[in-house]
C-alpha cells in the first residue's frame, strides 16, 4: 500500500513561478532521490546561487547561471542517473526521512521561493512520489498535493499525473499571513504582511482587501485598499497594523473574490501581559546527531525576570 499522506505546503513571493513540482523521497536504492522544480511562469528564471534545504542539510544546486525557461522541469538529485529533461547534480544533498520532512528551495540571497512539508505513514510504498496537482495554484493548500498514481510510481520531466487545469478565471487566494513581532506584548505594534496569490489564468484587476481581527464574536475591521492589477500566477503583499491589548485574537484577511474558497485566512494570536507567562523559547533543536543519545533542544528565556523550570515538561 501506498500509506497515509499529509503535505503542506508555503508558497515563496519573490520567484512565485519556480515551483517544487514533485518529490521522490523513498527510492530503492535508498540514496537515489531527487525533486523537480518547474518553471510555471512566463519569463525564464536564472537560479544562479539557489539552494535546496532541509532542516538537516543546505545542499547547493548550481553556483553559475543556469536559466530554467517558461514551462521548463529541472531534476535536483545527488546520484549520477540520466533523466529525459535536464538535471542538475547537487552538492550536499539533503537527505529526505521517508517519514516525513521539509523542503526548501531558496534563492541566492537565502529568501525562501518556495516550501513543501510532508508527512507520511510507515507503509508509504518505494519509488512512489508525491506530485504537485496544479503548477498555479496555492501551494499552501494541502489538497493541491497528491500521490502519485502513474503505474511507474512518478513522472520525473513530464507533466504530473495527478495535474488538474487552471481555473478559467481571476482567482485570487489569501495565501499566507504573518505577523511581526510574532509575539507582540500588549499595546506593542504589530505589522500584519498577507501575501495575496493569483491562482486563476486570467489577471486580476479591481478587488479589494479586508483586514481585521475577531475577538469573541466581535468582528473589527481595521484595514481597507484597493488590490493591484495582479497576473496570473503572481503576487502581492498587503500591509497593516495592530495594536492590542491582552487576549485571543483571530487576525483574518480576505478578498473580495467569488471564485472557490479560498479567498479569506485567519491566523490565531494570544497577546500576554509582561509576567503573566514567562517567555520561554525553543530555539534550536538537533534532531539527528551521529547517536540517538545525543539528541539535545536548546530554550531561551526571552523575559527580563529569572524563571523556575520545575514541573515543566
Not at 484587476?205 to 484595514?223: E, H, K, P, R, V
Request: with cysteine; charged share 20%; net charge negative.
Amino acid at each position: 500500500m501506498r500509506g497515509l499522506l499529509a503535505i503542506f505546503a508555503l508558497s515563496g513571493v519573490l520567484f512565485g513561478q519556480v515551483v517544487i513540482n514533485e518529490i521522490m523521497f523513498k527510492p530503492d536504492p535508498p540514496d537515489h532521490e531527487w525533486i523537480e522544480i518547474y518553471n510555471a511562469g512566463a519569463d525564464p528564471v536564472d537560479i544562479n546561487g539557489w539552494y535546496i534545504t532541509d532542516p538537516g542539510y543546505d545542499g547547493i544546486i548550481v553556483d553559475s547561471s543556469f536559466v530554467i525557461e517558461p514551462g521548463e522541469f529541472v531534476i535536483l538529485t545527488e546520484y549520477d542517473t540520466t533523466f529525459s529533461c535536464r538535471t542538475i547534480y547537487v552538492d550536499h544533498w539533503p537527505y529526505l526521512n521517508n517519514s516525513g520532512d521539509t523542503v526548501f528551495l531558496r534563492d541566492a540571497d537565502s529568501a525562501i521561493v518556495d516550501v513543501a512539508v510532508y508527512s507520511v505513514s510507515s507503509s508509504w510504498d518505494y519509488n512512489v512520489s508525491i506530485e504537485l496537482t496544479d503548477y498555479s495554484a496555492d501551494n499552501s493548500d494541502p489538497a493541491n498535493w497528491q500521490v502519485c498514481t502513474d503505474p511507474a510510481g512518478a513522472t520525473p520531466c513530464e507533466e504530473n499525473s495527478v495535474s488538474a487545469p487552471p481555473t478559467s478565471a481571476p482567482d485570487l487566494s489569501v495565501s499566507w499571513i504573518d505577523i511581526s513581532p510574532e509575539n507582540p506584548r500588549p499595546d506593542e505594534p504589530c505589522t500584519v504582511t498577507v501575501t495575496v496569490k493569483n491562482v486563476g489564468s486570467e489577471t486580476a484587476s479591481g478587488f479589494s482587501f479586508t483586514g481585521g481581527y475577531i475577538q469573541d464574536t466581535d468582528t473589527n475591521i481595521i484595514y481597507t485598499s484597493s488590490l493591484p492589477e495582479i497576473p496570473a500566477g503572481d503576487s502581492t503583499s498587503v500591509e497593516f497594523e495592530l495594536t492590542l491589548p491582552a487576549g485571543t485574537y483571530t487576525i483574518y484577511a480576505a478578498v473580495d473574490d467569488t471564485v472557490g474558497t479560498n479567498n479569506h485566512r485567519t491566523y490565531e494570536i494570544t497577546v500576554v501581559e509582561p509576567g503573566e507567562a514567562p517567555r520561554i523559547i525553543i530555539t534550536e533543536i538537533m534532531f539527528k546527531p551521529t547517536t540517538s543519545s545525543e539528541e539535545w533542544i536548546e530554550i531561551y528565556n526571552d523575559d527580563d525576570s529569572p524563571v523556575d523550570l520545575a514541573n515543566w515538561t
